[in-house]
């Protein structure tokens, strides 16, 4: 008859609630990663003092209690108010002719008076008041166990009045155990069934919230119990400090757990239920897993899984509470009052923006559970009996509305980059169980009948030698198998590192492809390092690709082999099942677990012997990588020595872009030179290497390269216009630096008939940077013009003739020659100007400044000229007094020891700065590169000679060898 009503009803359930009904695990998350609170119903059966006040009986009624007898009608009569309609719908208080009627559609109609609220809810699932424990089980919180050993966070909470079943739904009777023990009961199995592949760790705590205090139901002898505070983690969601945390291997552990922690929970007879839970209790399994098989990034998967049974709402009327009882109905009540506003906050769009969870200690625990990253289940308790009336009504409201809260599910995976010293860990690990089990079936073997083995195993009868053969087959089988796999997961892991290398590699290219990008596109040698470095990108990529084809096809391969593993265990025997002896089937068992591990070993072995091979080449690239910025850096301090104002302002540029890169690359050395060491002697398998002398050698020289003041929060480099010359200074067109100005870049063709811009030190002198210019090394917003004598006000002097971008003195070793306006202080540190100071020779002619005759050409070694002041003698090398209050060393002084390793040069660089002017010093220079880049040191020269013979004129706009033009403006009036 109920059936045959059905239709009638769900024509009369709104669609709005009908709406909701849609599969019956709206758990589930949808595309957008949201999941609505799974909402179901219990509806418990009368309890015996409920059925006394009842009449007449329901012949088949569910009481609770077994000797119930009939009640008696008078006008404390109850009646039923929650009709369960099916598994989805419910009807509460409808009036009871006309629902009689509906469910009898014969039975005549009554007469009444009375109203009825007769409201239909449509929940998720609706359990009538026979349902088992186990039906609630599977239809509530069955389906979170997959969800939870996923990674999604998973919450199930029991919501109602006093009484109405919420305890016994989430803990049960020992004869007849609820959600907790359904759920850790299939939580361990499954746990269980994939400790092979997975390594499972659950964590446990239980607590209670009682007057608006938490305490740990678990709390060790003598730890305080009351008042844990609370706390939220950005990553953990909320955490309660100080809560214990307990690892049960078992689930009998778990159940132990669980019924210590109800002992120690506040529990006391009220009016309205004589085992009233007077606190809200959190039962909470922390699980996080990862795969056994350790590869170069192990997933590992956390999750919790929290059990709520909540304290019931309670009228104070209705319980007839005193003292105690009723400040904890009280605090019961405002919590769950809390709750409700929380609930009716998230259903509501405009209230959404602030949920009340700080309300109480409850919806501060519940924060996730309702509005996060959470899959939430939640279990409505109600009475059937009219006593609950206004109770029930207002619990199924707020479940109704709940059916609108939205959690947003993620999955907590995080990914954990093994580190090579993990590899070194995991696999003595391993290689220790191997050896525990081998040792074992080992002696196993040697004790026929297996008697050898614990105690817990039966004591089988002898088999006949053909099952013993048959297990030998079997492990024959197994060992090939495995073999089998184990070289195809060598190669897999092979290739699982070269590709995560190569994945390394082109975010390290990209980095430095960025860093380039904004540079000055003039430099040619920019240009070209970015060509070569988009040449390397597309290189590595093709071989990434490559790498992961060979991926694809090696997990393929991985993927048969195991199969054929799982063929050639024993349960896939057909007669083995039978034929074999316990012992045999454990042995075997064994056998597959050393196995098993001894695959994993190798696969470890491989990647950490392949990580530590890439690692050194690492090192060996970057320190390369160092090498050539060093040549980089010698490049600049060359062309600074060249004194000219363009090309010093580009370099600064350049140079600065630079520096930050050749941070990184330190830092990055000098993280794989630790990591690398750090990693220790994995004697068993492969011995880390040192790292090599040149990374050594890079790692003393790094701090040195990286300017102090770049790893602290480096002052940025003036990028502005150099500072102007203070009063009583020469400008700089008096020093022979370019205005700035007139940055008129010089045109290629302007630039390769462009010579030498200036004189030429003499044969047989030495040639010196006037004091000042990088006189701070190596940032060089310290770059400063010599002070000079002020001869006269910019505007009374004559255009001056092409400053030198060196100062010459005669370089005969025995005498010590002042540069020209440097006087050298007391301490024999270059001081002040002074021009009294005798010009070198070839300077008496010149008026306004004697530095400016050129010394004869000719007579000047090329290497003078390139090596600028580095072969200059004692001048420039400060005494013990100067380097007290001591100058950093010289930009060039710097590159050079980085480059030879040592203060002294090798007799390559030398070599090469003698043969080719190559600025970057870095690459082949091309038969087409442009002149300036191609230009030898006698080249250099010549042109030089000739541009000295041609025109001496102090106008002549400067051409540098580089090609950055020096304008000689003269002072502007
Ligand atoms: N589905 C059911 N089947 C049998 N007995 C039930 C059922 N639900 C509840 N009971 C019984 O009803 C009584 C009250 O239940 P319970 O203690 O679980 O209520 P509660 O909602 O937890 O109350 P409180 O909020 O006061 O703790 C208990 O004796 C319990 O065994």
């Avoid at 009939?70 to 404390?76: E, I």
């Avoid at 994939?194 to 390594?199: D, G, L, N, T």
């Avoid at 008697?451 to 013993?468: F, H, I, M, Q, Y």
Wanted: net charge positive; aromatic share 4%; proline share 8%.
């Amino acid at each position: 008859m109920l059936a045959e009503a059905l239709p009638a009803m769900d024509a009369l359930v709104p669609e709005a609630m009908a709406a909701d009904t849609s599969g019956p695990f709206g758990a589930n998350p949808d595309s957008t990663g949201e999941s609505a609170i799974l909402v179901t119903v219990r509806v418990r059966p009368f309890s015996p003092k409920e059925m006394t006040l009842m009449a007449p009986p329901t012949p088949g009624r569910h009481t609770i209690g077994s000797n119930v007898g009939p009640g008696t009608m008078g006008s404390k009569a109850l009646r039923k108010v929650v009709h369960v309609i099916d598994d989805r719908i419910l009807v509460f208080d409808p009036p009871e002719e006309a629902g009689s009627s509906r469910f009898a559609p014969t039975a005549p109609p009554a007469q009444t008076n009375k109203r009825h609220k007769d409201v239909r809810f449509a929940f998720d699932r609706v359990f009538n008041d026979d349902a088992t424990q186990q039906e609630v089980y599977l239809g509530t919180t069955q389906p979170l166990i997959d969800a939870v050993l996923n990674g999604f966070n998973s919450t199930v909470f029991a919501y109602g009045a006093t009484g109405c079943g919420k305890t016994h739904t989430i803990s049960g009777t020992p004869t007849d155990p609820g959600i907790i023990f359904l759920t850790m009961k299939e939580l361990f199995a499954k746990i269980h069934q994939s400790e092979h592949e997975r390594v499972v760790e659950a964590s446990l705590s239980y607590l209670e919230v009682y007057n608006e205090t938490i305490r740990d139901l678990l709390a060790p002898p003598g730890a305080t119990t009351t008042s844990l505070a609370l706390r939220e983690d950005a990553r953990r969601g909320v955490v309660v400090a100080g809560l214990s945390e307990h690892v049960p291997a078992t689930v009998d552990d778990v159940m132990e757990l669980v019924l210590q922690g109800n002992k120690n929970r506040t529990q006391s007879p009220t009016e309205a239920n004589a085992t009233s839970s007077r606190s809200h209790a959190v039962l909470q399994i922390h699980i996080r897993q990862k795969n056994r098989a350790g590869g170069l990034a192990t997933d590992v998967l956390t999750a919790t899984l929290s059990l709520i049974d909540l304290a019931g709402s309670e009228r104070a009327s209705v319980s007839r509470n005193r003292g105690d009882r009723l400040l904890e109905g009280a605090n019961i009540n405002r919590s769950l009052l809390a709750l409700a506003n929380c609930i009716n906050a998230l259903c509501d769009e405009r209230k959404k923006r602030h949920i009340p969870y700080r309300d109480s200690k409850l919806t501060r625990l519940l924060k996730f559970s309702l509005g996060g990253n959470c899959r939430t289940v939640m279990i409505v308790c109600c009475s059937p009996a009219s006593t609950y009336f206004e109770e029930t009504y207002n619990t199924l409201k707020y479940a109704n509305r709940a059916k609108n809260i939205k959690t947003k599910v993620e999955r907590n995976s995080e990914s954990v980059k093994a580190h090579v010293s993990q590899y070194v860990k995991q696999i003595k690990e391993q290689a220790e169980e191997i050896k525990r089990l081998r040792a074992e079936n080992t002696a196993l073997r040697a004790q026929p009948g297996g008697r050898g083995r614990s105690a817990t195993v039966a004591v089988e009868p002898a088999r006949p030698t053909a099952t013993l053969q048959l297990a030998e087959d079997i492990r024959n089988a197994l060992s090939a198998a495995f073999d089998t796999v184990r070289s195809s997961e060598w190669e897999h892991a092979s290739t699982a590192v070269v590709a995560d290398a190569c994945a390394q590699h082109l975010e390290i290219l990209a980095a430095a492809r960025t860093a380039l990008a904004g540079d000055d596109t003039d430099g040619t040698a920019i240009i070209d390092l970015r060509r070569a470095l988009e040449a390397a990108t597309e290189q590595i990529a093709g071989h990434r690709g490559q790498v992961g084809r060979h991926l694809d096809h090696t997990t393929l391969l991985l993927t048969r082999y195991r199969r054929d593993t799982k063929r050639a265990d024993y349960p896939a025997h057909p007669t083995a099942g039978r034929a074999l002896t316990s012992d045999q089937k454990y042995r075997l068992d064994l056998e597959r677990r050393a196995l098993e591990l001894t695959c994993a070993n190798t696969r470890l072995g491989r990647a950490f012997e392949l990580s530590q091979t890439l690692l050194a080449g690492l090192g060996r690239q970057l320190s390369t990588a160092l090498a050539g910025g060093t040549r980089l850096l010698d490049g600049l301090s060359q062309l600074l020595d060249a004194g000219e104002a363009d090309a010093v302002n580009t370099l600064r540029t350049l140079y600065h872009a630079a520096l930050p890169d050749f941070q990184t690359a330190a830092t990055g050395l000098a993280t794989i030179v630790t990591d690398a060491t750090a990693a220790g002697p994995a004697k068993w398998q492969v011995a880390p290497p040192s790292p090599s002398r040149a990374v050594s050698r890079l790692l003393t020289v790094v701090p040195s390269v990286v300017p102090s003041s770049l790893s602290s929060g480096r002052t940025s480099p003036r990028r502005g216009p150099a500072p102007r010359p203070r009063a009583g200074t020469t400008s700089r067109e008096s020093l022979g630096l370019a205005a700035r100005k007139p940055s008129v870049r010089p045109s290629r063709s302007a630039s390769s008939s462009a010579g030498f811009p200036g004189p030429v030190p003499p044969s047989g002198s030495v040639v010196k940077r006037p004091r000042g210019v990088l006189s701070a090394q190596p940032s060089l917003e310290n770059l400063k013009p010599a002070k000079r004598p002020n001869v006269t006000g910019p505007s009374s002097l004559p255009p001056l003739p092409p400053p030198p971008p060196m100062e010459v003195v005669k370089s005969s070793p025995s005498t010590r020659r002042r540069p020209w306006g440097v006087t050298p202080l007391a301490d024999g540190s270059p001081g002040a100007s002074d021009r009294s100071t005798t010009p070198p020779d070839g300077d008496s002619g010149a008026e306004q400044s004697p530095r400016h005759e050129p010394p004869p050409l000719d007579a000047l070694p090329a290497r003078s000229i390139l090596k600028g002041q580095r072969s200059a003698p004692s001048y420039t090398r400060p005494t013990a007094a100067s380097k007290s209050h001591s100058q950093p060393p010289t930009a060039s002084a710097t590159a050079n020891r980085i480059r030879s390793g040592g203060p002294v040069r090798s007799a390559t660089a030398r070599r090469r700065s003698r043969n080719m002017f190559d600025p970057m010093g870095s690459k082949p220079i091309a038969a087409d590169a442009p002149a300036r880049n191609r230009m030898s040191a006698r080249q250099f020269l010549e042109a030089a000679k000739q541009q000295g013979a041609a025109d001496p004129g102090p106008a002549r706009p400067a051409q540098s060898a580089l090609g950055f033009r020096s304008v000689q403006n003269g002072p502007s009036n």
